[in-house]
């Protein structure tokens, strides 16, 4: 996907690291709205000209809601004050009761939002909209409990296909990646276990729970999967990123996956805030023709950082340090 005018900042002289962050960080902060306590784990898109996306905005009675966002460079963002409301035939679906951590993916011309949506528990939503207005709400993809609903951009066997992590009520101690298809967006099946946290010997970073991240991206080497994990250390839960590359036509198949992070908290504003010590990626903007891939993760549980990287070096990076 070759995106408009794609945010990008060269590597710091000096800096070795395959990702490095924004310059601007945090580049949304966490009261860019009037009433937002926060504003993190969020989904960008090219989008006409500009930019668009679905922004995760807690309110300051602290209830988890969706709003709308646009961009001329996808770094200075003006969001809808007004939460986003799904237009649903079936009023059991689409009551309203919490929303949180969206993706968006375009495929075939339509862009699709699935996020944790709050039905007897936490599960995975889908819409589809085609002009960021107006967004059609399907039926919840799976049963409670589930989370981090990430679609492929094309269709795989000629099905819709998600790799998600099902969970429990709670912050989930656990979790392993699964991988399943769909004909229609109602019916989900075919599932297939993709990858389960590793053991604590091999990769520390990973080791108590993991799940996809931003909308994966197809390569001559497989899909590119940036996926978060996390270790439960002495002074919490740390939620660092790194990257897997799946293979392109069974996708649930492994092929490489990094033993190493690409980013964990480490400035003040990653370990600081209503979560500490979080870096939780959710979409990216690349450019097939350059290699450059621009991605946004959320800090601390508080606000939106921006890091870049070059996907051949980010493959090479997976492949170098992989775990398989």
Known sequence: MNTNQMPWEDRPAGCKDVVWRCSKNPIIPRDLLPTSN????????????????????????????????????????????????????????????????????????????????????????VAWTDDFVTFHQEENAFLPYNRNGVMFPVKINGNFAMVSRPSDTGHTPFGDIFYSESPDLVYWGKHRHVMAPAPFEQS?????????????????????????????????????FGSAILDRDEPWKVKYRSGQYLLSPQKAYECMGDVPNVCFPCAALHDSETGQIAIYYGCADTVTGLAFGYIPEIIEFTKRTSII
């Open 204 to 240: 520390a970073w990973q080791c108590m729970k993991i799940g996809a991240g931003p909308t994966p991206i197809e390569t001559e080497e497989g899909w590119l999967m940036i996926y978060h994990g996390v270790l439960h250390s002495c002074n919490g839960y740390v939620y660092s």
């Open 38 to 125: 926060s504003i993190f784990n969020s989904a960008v898109v090219s989008f006409k000209e500009g930019f668009a996306g679905v922004f995760r905005c807690d309110d300051r009675n602290r209830r988890m809601a969706l709003h709308v966002g646009f961009s001329d460079d996808a770094i200075n963002w003006k969001i809808n004050e007004e939460p986003l409301r799904f237009q649903c035939d079936n009023l059991e679906i689409g009551e309203w009761v919490y929303g949180y951590d969206p993706r968006v993916c375009l495929i075939e011309g339509r862009y699709y939002v699935t996020w944790c949506n709050g039905y007897h528990g936490p599960t995975i939503g």
